[in-house]
Nanobody, 124 residues
C-alpha cells in the first residue's frame, strides 16, 4: 500500500510562486510514475505534470509548461511541484498520485494511489 500526503498549498497573488510537496510512504518507488493533477471548482480533474521516479523523466500539460517544474527527492521519498508565474486560472485543488507502472501517464484512471489534495488559490 502507498500513502501520499500533499502540503504547500495556500493563497498567493498572481505572478507569485508556491512549491507543493507530496510525501510518499509505504512502498519503494523505484518503479513508480508519479503525477500532479488539479481540479478547479465545477471542472473535471486535469493533468498537470508527471515524472518517472527512477529516471527523472518528466512531462507537462501545455498550460503549465515553462512555469511549473516537477521533481523528486529519492532520499526523502518526496515529490515536488514548483509553481512560478501563477495565474488566477491555476486556482484549484492539487493532488498527487502514484502509478505502479513504468510509462508516463496523463489521465486520472492511469493512477493507483492518490493523496487528499491541497488547495491553491491565486488572486488577481
Amino acid at each position: 500500500q502507498v500513502q501520499l500526503v500533499e502540503s504547500g498549498g495556500g493563497l498567493v497573488q498572481a505572478g507569485g510562486s508556491l512549491r507543493l510537496s507530496c510525501a510518499a510512504s509505504g512502498r519503494t518507488f523505484s518503479r513508480y510514475v508519479m503525477g500532479w493533477f488539479r481540479q478547479a471548482a465545477g471542472k473535471e480533474r486535469e493533468f498537470v505534470a508527471t515524472i518517472r521516479w527512477s529516471t527523472g523523466n518528466t512531462d507537462y500539460a501545455g498550460s503549465v509548461k515553462g512555469r511549473f517544474t516537477i521533481s523528486r527527492d529519492n532520499a526523502k521519498n518526496t515529490m515536488y511541484l514548483q509553481m512560478n508565474s501563477l495565474k488566477p486560472e491555476d486556482t484549484a485543488v492539487y493532488s498527487c498520485a502514484a502509478r505502479d507502472a513504468y510509462g508516463l501517464a496523463y489521465y486520472p484512471f492511469n493512477y493507483d494511489y492518490w493523496g487528499q489534495g491541497t488547495r491553491v488559490t491565486v488572486s488577481s
